[in-house]
């Protein structure tokens, strides 16, 4: 969705509020394709600053759908957003040097979705477990070790014998 701030930008003292909606269905980055599993409609609160400056206060909440981390189960990732940016009209960003580059904002409007995607990328996750003690799976075979165990050899040698065991398996008569 897009948002004209053009009122908010010409009038000083000027306050807006309104609920946009996000349309996005799916998050698309470097690291895949997420699901959106629900989301709320976005606040939003437009403040005249004056000089051409607005500052653009929101939030809103996205539940994304990622695989854990350990055992590639689907887990359901909420984001609480809230978030506040200043931004510059068009007119006086050509005579700042100020320009911070803001993606989502195209002229005098603002793409709603560009900056919930961003919003969503700043609070990205480090590591989604579907709970704590999760066991992953099974080196071997594959098997959700959560699910219970698999009875695949799990032995790994030391390999500071590794020398050792060489020498026995070039000397072994078959």
């Known amino acids: 969705m897009v948002v004209n701030l053009t009122n908010v930008f010409t009038r000083e003292g000027q306050v807006q509020q309104l609920e946009a909606s ?11 394709v997420f699901p959106i599993k629900e989301k709320s409609p ?20 996205v539940t994304v759908v990622f695989a854990c981390d350990r055992c590639l189960e689907n887990v359901d990732h909420t984001f609480d957003l ?10 006086a960003s050509e005579n700042s040097s100020d320009e911070e580059g803001l993606c989502f904002m ?10 919930i995607n961003n919003e969503i990328l700043l609070n990205w996750p480090m590591k989604v477990l579907c709970r704590l003690d999760c066991k992953g799976i099974c080196k071997v075979c594959g098997k959700n070790l959560n699910e219970g165990d698999c009875d ?12 050792i065991k060489d020498i026995f398996n070039a000397n072994k008569e078959v």
């Open 42 to 61: 976005v606040v939003l609160q437009f403040f005249n600053k004056g000089q051409s400056k607005v500052l653009v206060e929101g939030h809103t909440t």
């Open 22 to 32: 996000y349309d996005a269905d799916v998050l698309t980055n470097r690291l895949g």
């Open 82 to 91: 809230s978030f506040a940016y200043e931004v510059v009209s068009p007119d």
């Open 106 to 115: 195209e002229g005098y409007y603002i793409n709603v979705d560009s900056l």
């Open 152 to 163: 695949c050899d799990n032995f790994v040698p030391d390999p500071r014998m590794a020398a």
